[in-house]
């Protein structure tokens, strides 16, 4: 007996922390065997930032019956993998926050779930928060099934309630709440065992890449019909039906838990990794050589917004990072484009410059991020948004769909900041204890270093979530609302006593012993203007001393940023300078002559 489910949920709503429970309530782990947190946040990234990245499969055995259970992203930004990884499922478990319901995530996910005739499972978690609000959410859910087009069966989902960090889920809040065998149980009972053929040809579906230093190239996927042995020969043909390559499965693994285990054969329904093929993709179909007609793909949404990476060329270059030259980058952002699909890769006619697109600024820093630990130094631009243009010849741009949910008093602020990049405010209504919920449509640029603005108007106390709309008519101009920077004109270290007098100007980045540049921004000045300022320049020595001249440098502590934060602050003059030690910020031209000849071009 077999089931295939994908947990589905807002980012931060306890997915992987369900699946934790249900790991270890159904015995998949030693008595004596150590175990983390969050286990299928794999990745130190995932572990430090408390998201999942990677869409990551797992089994478990409930009552003599295998669950492949798919743990997926909850940000926007990974959408790309949860739209491949429902097409290896047959029903899907949505997971809401009993006090935020239902989020941009969950309708975007959930609409494509719905849309391929997935049977869904709702669960109402963290019901034992002080703010929960479950009926409400559970209206609000059945809410967004009818706004998403679902069918009477889809209409009739059961609901269960649950603390996945405490590992109990009921039917009723007046039930008594021991562990997780109601929502295992309803498992087999509502989703349906998938019906697939295993006397046909062997055909299967590659819906996720990965890499393993010991089998290199593996391809993830359900197998749709028929069965295969190691050492089979397979043909992989792409969604045009074109023949891709030949070649001979040396290896097929299932999941159980947390581990690849090796097999010798799988059968129609199971989902597999398979090892021995060098050219094959995601979307891609594996098959016999007897089969011709590739299995439909779900269409990947494509990327939004685009960064351009070059090497660094800062006075600093090659002093913090092993791998820094534009060979090494480019090997590195294909090998990324490869086994991404939602990433794109351009590049100039010299192979020095390499644009990379992707969904959102959260995406494409991890990948940064992730280059920059693996010893790689670069420069990034500012990122851009990708226009197109419709039959017409008209201008169309990215739209996305923005939650917020601010304290009341702060929302006239948030919609007048919003209005000023062109946003359309959809909805507005209260949310309880003084909270207000606010809707809008916003192109994407205007959304770009928003962020940081809006934790400052709402004094921290905002939640802004963001998703990808659609595409729509080009909404003009949006003014830039950031202030200039400070600029430095030396290097060297920088000096206490300088960057005193300097903090009136403005917010620093820095502090003192700092190293910097000419050139190299150091704060951000209070006014519309760039400053050029000398953060090296020392108090002069006198043996004179009189009353107010010898008191101590008390210093703002600078401010410090992420590199998602980093990326929207900077405009299209400047750089972000990454390297495994550090994050700098700097003007693209470092010469103060050549920044003004360049302002008059």
């Not at 285990?261 to 990794?273: E, F, L, R």
Request: hydrophobic content about 40%; charged content about 25%; overall charge neutral.
């Amino acid at each position: 007996m077999l089931r295939n489910i994908a947990i589905i949920a807002h980012v931060d709503h306890g997915k992987t922390t369900l699946i934790d429970s249900l790991m270890k309530q159904t015995g998949i782990f030693r008595k004596n065997q150590v175990i983390s947190d969050r286990l299928m946040d794999s990745g130190d990234l995932e572990k430090e930032r408390g998201i999942t990245i990677l869409a990551k499969p797992t089994s478990i055995i409930w009552k003599e019956t295998r669950i492949n259970i798919i743990d997926t992203p909850g940000h926007s930004d990974f959408g790309g993998e949860v739209e491949r990884v429902l097409g290896m499922t047959d029903g899907v478990v949505l997971l809401v926050d009993a006090a935020e319901g239902p989020m941009p995530q969950t309708k975007f996910v959930l609409g494509k779930a719905l849309a391929q005739g997935l049977m869904p499972i709702v669960v109402v978690n963290k019901v034992d928060r002080s703010d929960s609000r479950s009926e409400e959410v559970v209206n609000e859910v059945f809410d967004l099934f009818v706004d998403l087009d679902a069918d009477e069966k889809q209409l009739d989902f059961p609901v269960l309630y649950s603390s996945g960090r405490d590992g109990w889920c009921v039917n009723d809040l007046s039930n008594s709440r021991q562990d997780l065998s109601p929502l295992l149980d309803l498992i087999l009972i509502h989703i349906k065992a998938p019906k697939l053929n295993n006397n046909k040809p062997f055909a299967m579906l590659a819906t996720l890449l990965a890499s393993d230093p010991y089998l290199g190239r593996c391809l993830i996927g359900r197998v749709e019909q028929g069965k295969v042995s190691v050492n089979a020969n397979v043909k992989t043909i792409d969604l045009k039906g074109n023949e891709v390559e030949k070649g001979r499965l040396t290896k097929l693994f299932i999941y159980e838990g947390t581990e690849k285990v090796p097999v010798n054969q799988v059968q129609a329904g199971d989902i597999i990794c398979i090892a021995g093929l060098n050219k094959s993709s995601v979307a891609d179909t594996i098959c016999d050589d007897n089969i011709n007609s590739p299995i439909n793909a779900t269409a990947i949404d494509p990327p939004t917004m685009a960064v351009t990476i070059t090497v660094n060329s800062s006075p600093f270059a090659g002093t913090e990072g092993k791998l820094v030259t534009s060979t090494k980058i480019r090997e590195r952002l294909l090998a990324e484009a490869e086994s991404n699909v939602a990433i794109t890769f351009n590049e100039n006619s010299n192979k020095d410059a390499f644009e990379i697109g992707g969904r959102g600024e959260l995406q494409i820093g991890i990948l940064i991020e992730t280059m920059r630990r693996e010893g790689f130094e670069l420069s990034i631009s500012s990122p851009r948004v990708l226009l197109k243009k419709n039959e017409k010849g008209e201008i169309l741009e990215p739209i996305e769909e923005v939650i917020i949910d601010v304290d009341e008093q702060y929302s006239s602020s948030t919609i007048d900041s919003i209005n000023k990049r062109k946003g359309e405010m959809i909805e507005m209504k209260s949310m309880g204890k003084s909270k207000t919920r606010l809707l809008f449509k916003v192109p994407s640029r205007g959304l770009i270093g928003y962020h940081g603005q809006f934790l400052t108007e709402t004094r921290g106390t905002g939640v802004l979530n963001r998703i990808f709309y659609s595409y729509d008519i080009f909404k003009g101009i949006i003014k830039s609302r950031r202030n200039g920077v400070l600029i430095a004109t030396e290097q060297g270290n920088a000096i206490a006593y300088a960057l005193f007098n300097i903090q009136e100007r403005g917010k620093l980045f820095i502090g003192p012993q700092a190293k910097v540049y000419q050139g190299m921004v150091i704060g951000e000045n209070s006014r519309e203007n760039d400053l050029e300022v000398n953060v090296l320049k020392g108090k002069k020595l006198t043996n004179i001393r009189a009353s107010g001249t010898d008191e101590a440098v008390k210093l703002s502590p600078p401010l410090k940023m992420s590199l998602e934060e980093m990326m929207s602050f900077i405009k299209e003059d400047e750089l972000l300078e990454i390297t495994p030690k550090n994050l700098r910020l700097r003007k693209k031209f470092l010469d103060s002559v050549e920044r003004k000849r360049s302002s008059k071009l």
